[in-house]
């Protein structure tokens, strides 16, 4: 099947319309600079949903489990966060009561969402379980 | 020992040598781009091969090399250098693409749209296959690299990817439509992927052969017309299966057999790629400045 469309006049406007919906885009994340309040990752975990507060850890307090989480923060996280969790630059220090305080399926969803007006990436292309582990690992921290 | 096979050798070499982990920015796909972004700061330098075995024309191996860095979460930007070498014929350099995404969205989605804009300097005689728009086919090879590479191209390049990452499978749509700013009109096209990394979860020893450093997957791309003809016929489609090994921390080694689909599809290409990533490139510049 073919479908014809005539006129360069709606090729042009194609052309525009395309490169305006794009400069919307950079325009509308450019201009979502947070407010004071919302700066601090104790801000962030508070978006958390209701659903995510209620999630469990499958693997809590499995030594195996928070060792290869380990393995797997020295891989994705260290470079920000320090070998140690302790913060980087802007990165959270892991240590602190905010974080190790947060219900495990809040920091699940905080990796899984990451914060990408502030540089934090969001790992959700790697598997739930992948994502359990550095949480169990992040626990041990205390 | 031929100068493709040699070439492999080294980028196998390569990979078997490095060893470091795999960061988010890491795509499995070679057509199909997925919503995940460069991490910011994060440099990527990945050389690609495109090895083609027309039946009319002669076979031929392409390469692209792209430099693609994070900007900050939401904006990646990305250049890339081609080139390609016809079997009796020449080598040639074919040009330069410069690509941006944005995603325009904060947090994870049950889809998440990404914004692609791009520009190419590219001429006649790429053989990359980067994308497959309007009526491209398998005739579009046949002429020597003096002639082809005579037409340049100046194209905008429009995509709208669509990803998802849920239980582990990442699935990837992407709508493209291409403009070459001469008078021509616009040509579409479409890539779809989905892939699984083979172990979902991690084990706690340092490994190189485990399931969890490989992923599988496919991608299906092809031209879909263009603007005064929108259309599945006529066009070349090509199904490539693909297997990704994260070797390390920053390389990832992929390869990708793609068999067309169509009668203006080639029969067979052959794609192998690795990457390189150098994690916060932006805090190394920082400290040769200091």
């Not at chain 1, 014809?4 to 490169?19: E, V």
């Not at chain 2, 031929?2 to 980028?11: C, N, Q, T, V």
């Not at chain 2, 429009?158 to 990837?172: P, R």
């Not at chain 2, 299906?220 to 599945?232: E, H, I, Q, R, S």
Request: hydrophobic share 40%.
């Amino acid at each position: 099947m073919i479908w014809h469309f005539d006129g360069r006049r709606t090729a042009t406007a194609s052309i525009i319309a395309a490169w305006a919906l794009c400069l919307m885009a950079v325009w509308a994340a450019a201009a979502r600079k947070p407010g004071k309040q919302e700066e601090g990752p104790a801000a962030q975990l508070s978006k958390a949903p209701r659903w995510a507060r209620s999630l469990g850890n499958p693997y809590q307090g499995q030594a195996e489990a928070a060792a290869a989480g380990k393995k797997l923060f020295q891989q994705h996280c260290a470079e920000c966060h320090g070998p140690d969790g302790r913060g980087l630059e802007h990165a959270a220090n892991l240590h602190s009561p905010l974080i190790q305080n947060a219900p495990a399926g809040v920091l699940f969803w905080a990796l899984r969402n990451g914060r990408l007006r502030k540089g934090m990436p969001s790992w959700s292309a790697l598997p739930d379980q992948q994502l359990w582990q550095m949480v169990t690992y992040v626990k041990t921290l205390k | 020992m031929g100068k493709p096979r040699r070439i492999a050798l080294f980028l196998l070499a390569l990979g078997a040598f490095c060893s470091r982990g795999l960061h988010a920015g890491d795509d499995l796909y070679f057509v199909t781009y997925s919503h995940n972004m460069e991490e910011r700061g994060n440099l990527e330098i990945s050389p690609n091969l495109v090895l083609g075995v027309p039946r009319t024309s002669n076979r031929f191996l392409a390469n692209w090399t792209e430099l693609e860095y994070g900007v900050n979460g939401w904006w990646t930007t990305e250049l890339y250098v081609e080139g390609q070498k016809t079997l009796h014929d020449s080598a040639v350099f074919t040009g330069f693409r410069w690509e941006n995404r944005f995603r325009p969205l904060e947090g994870e989605h049950w889809i998440n749209p990404v914004i692609y804009v791009e520009f190419e300097d590219i001429s006649d005689a790429d053989k990359t296959m980067k994308e497959v728009v309007g009526f491209d086919s398998k005739d579009d090879f046949i002429g020597s690299n003096s002639e082809l590479r005579a037409v340049r191209n100046h194209e905008v390049e429009t995509k709208l990817i669509l990803g998802s990452n849920h239980k582990g499978w990442n699935v990837s749509e992407n709508f493209i439509a291409e403009k070459n700013l001469a008078n021509a009109p616009w040509e579409f096209g479409y890539a779809v992927g989905a892939s699984r990394p083979l172990k979902l979860a991690a084990i706690s020893e340092s490994c190189r052969w485990c399931g969890e450093n490989f992923l599988a997957g496919v991608e299906f791309y092809g031209g879909l017309g263009t603007w005064n003809a929108a259309t599945l016929q006529g066009t070349s489609h090509y199904a490539a299966p693909i297997l990704a090994w994260r070797v390390g921390n920053s390389v990832t080694l992929r390869i990708s057999p793609a068999f067309g689909l169509s009668r203006n599809s080639l029969p067979f290409l052959a794609r192998i790629g690795v990457s390189y990533e150098i994690p916060r490139f932006d805090r190394q510049i920082r400290r040769w400045f200091r």
